[in-house]
């Protein structure tokens, strides 16, 4: 995210290291290169991007002579809220490669009363995601763990309990007619 610094290590053929910081647009500016879109991808995509970025001035990194490897170099934290119904809530200081459910491991999750659906992420005042983290926990599916900002808000719900159909109330079977004996 915006902040972070990556490490850009050529070597082999040609060698050179490069501190590339990333803008608030999400771009790093490689030296004879220009800007190259990072932003919301893994590591590993960035490296393959940069890789393929460079290759045009160093010849050797497509013959196999010369390596690439990026390292990220120093982190950026974020603050983010989190409120509702959760164990600990309050402002959390996160690395910026945080997500939904790193922040939600960090307050201690949900109490008895939050909800595991319909989780809020906010940022900048507009819900920008609705999270199931109940999909996660009975599943492992990770799509909806997006990526946290600076400033961004996390609003656990109260847990929804569906209203019961009403149902008449028993009544007692008629009691047998008693009779006082003669």
């Known amino acids: 995210g915006p902040g ?8 082999g053929y ?3 290291t490069m501190q590339l910081t990333v803008s608030s ?15 919301g991808l893994t590591i590993e995509a960035v490296q393959t991007k940069i890789k393929k970025q460079l290759s045009s001035i160093y010849s050797s990194i497509s013959s196999g002579n010369t390596q690439v490897s ?12 989190i ?6 809530p ?29 989780i ?18 009975t599943s492992g599916n990770l799509s909806n763990n997006i990526s946290l900002q600076d400033q961004d808000a ?10 019961s159909t009403p149902r008449p109330i028993p009544t007692p079977p008629p009691s047998p007619t008693h009779h006082p004996p003669p």
Do not use: Q, W
């Not at 990026?70 to 809220?81: A, D, F, P």
């Not at 402002?91 to 009363?113: E, I």
């Open 25 to 39: 647009e999400g771009n790093v500016r490689i030296p004879n290169v220009g800007p190259v879109m990072v932003n």
């Open 120 to 137: 809020k992420v906010m940022r900048r005042n507009k819900e920008i995601a609705s999270v199931d983290l109940y999909t996660f926990l």
């Open 70 to 81: 990026v390292t990220i170099g120093n982190i950026k934290s974020i603050n983010v809220y």
């Open 90 to 118: 309050g402002t959390y200081t996160l690395s910026s490669l945080s997500t939904v459910y790193n922040a939600l491991y960090a307050c201690s999750g949900p109490t008895s009363s939050g909800s595991l659906r319909n």
């Open 4 to 11: 972070d610094v990556l490490v850009v290590d050529v070597y």
């Open 83 to 88: 409120t509702g119904n959760v164990t600990r």
């Open 14 to 16: 040609a060698e050179n």
């Open 154 to 163: 996390i609003y656990l719900p109260p847990h929804h309990i569906p209203a």
